[in-house]
């Protein structure tokens, strides 16, 4: 486990850039005798109340070997001391907040928008309750810049509590009760996915983007509250030509849940939403059917799954949530 105060005296690694705007904190950039000409990365963590989790990332994400990147958390109306703990910790670190909680897309657009003000080649979107290995960043740039057609890379992802076993090793998109998955969740690693490939899309819990795909494309689509934001991007990204890429030497762990939540009626309602926007937005007349069928089964296993436990409610919300999706007007994303 990363040690959070495992920092240097000014919280951080190398010299601090030059000041930002009054209220964004003071960011850092690295920068190594003898490294010059390295794209330049804007690494962006969303944090909502998740102060304990995002001090153990930044001290991951400060130990990353690549040569020229600036940390930038978003706080995302965060009550509980987050702000204050991270400016102690590491002073270093940009900070930006909101004073209400805009949800992943619209935390994740303050963010980039910040980003996109600057003058960074690469974004990497993170969540916070993450350890990554040293070398992650510096091998997704390696495999983004050896083909202009990718539009953005992701790493392998392990369980943080089960340090061999495979949460993501890219994504994969269907219409069932849930509109993506994780490729290889729940396997142990024996080599199986030791390739770089193409996926169908690459989870918001480390995405490196270039810039210039991510103005072409636009921005997170705040119409998606929790889940499949990610994945409506990526299909966005697709329908402009560019590809998805899972990159295997890039490393991560992820502490599944830790920022969402488990299986609770608020998340299951939002998951059931973003899942019928996400069919309306993408789906034919196969994909309707298959969403349709498998929903209509699924819930009522779910309900006996979960009556044992008292928690049938989070079933009935996600049936509440699949209605207010069919409802949701669906605006254009917001442009970059």
């Not at 979107?125 to 390696?142: A, F, G, H």
């Not at 729940?186 to 169908?200: F, K, L, N």
């Not at 089964?297 to 209605?323: I, Y």
Request: charged share 25%.
């Amino acid at each position: 486990m990363t040690d959070p105060d495992s920092t240097n005296e000014d919280g951080g690694r190398g010299r601090p850039s030059p000041p930002v705007r009054e209220g964004e904190g003071i960011g850092y950039r690295v920068e190594e005798e003898g490294v010059g000409g390295d794209p330049k990365v804007a690494a962006i963590v969303l944090n909502y109340n998740g102060r304990d989790v995002t001090l153990e990332a930044l001290g991951s994400l400060t130990g990353l070997d690549y040569p020229d990147y600036d940390l930038l958390v978003v706080d995302n109306g965060s009550t509980d001391g987050s702000y204050e703990a991270i400016a102690e910790a590491f002073p270093s670190v940009i900070q930006i907040r909101t004073e209400q909680n805009l949800m992943a897309s619209g935390g994740m657009n303050l963010g980039l928008r910040w980003a996109l003000e600057r003058d960074y080649d690469y974004l990497l979107l993170l969540n916070n309750d993450i350890e990554t290995d040293p070398r992650m960043l510096t091998e997704m740039v390696k495999v983004c810049e050896a083909d202009p057609t990718i539009g953005c890379v992701g790493p392998k992802s392990y369980y943080y509590w089960d340090r061999d076993r495979i949460w993501s090793a890219g994504g994969i998109i269907r219409f069932k009760e849930s509109s993506s998955k994780e490729r290889g969740m729940g396997e142990i690693d024996r080599g199986q996915y030791d390739r770089d490939e193409e996926v169908a899309y690459i989870n918001g819990c480390a995405m490196l983007v270039p810039t210039r795909v991510m103005r072409e494309v636009g921005l997170w689509d705040p119409v998606y509250e929790l889940a499949l934001e990610d994945a409506d991007w990526c299909m966005r990204m697709k329908r402009l030509g560019y590809r998805s890429w899972y990159a295997h030497r890039a490393v991560l762990w992820h502490m599944v849940g830790e920022t969402a939540g488990d299986y609770t009626p608020g998340r299951t309602f939002r998951t059931g939403r973003s899942a019928a926007i996400f069919v309306r937005k993408y789906g034919g007349a196969w994909q309707w059917l298959t969403f349709v069928l498998f929903m209509s089964a699924a819930l009522p296993l779910a309900f006996l799954r979960e009556l044992p436990k008292g928690n049938q409610g989070a079933v009935t919300a996600k049936l509440r949530g699949v209605l207010a999706g069919l409802r949701t007007p669906i605006p254009e994303p917001p442009r970059a």
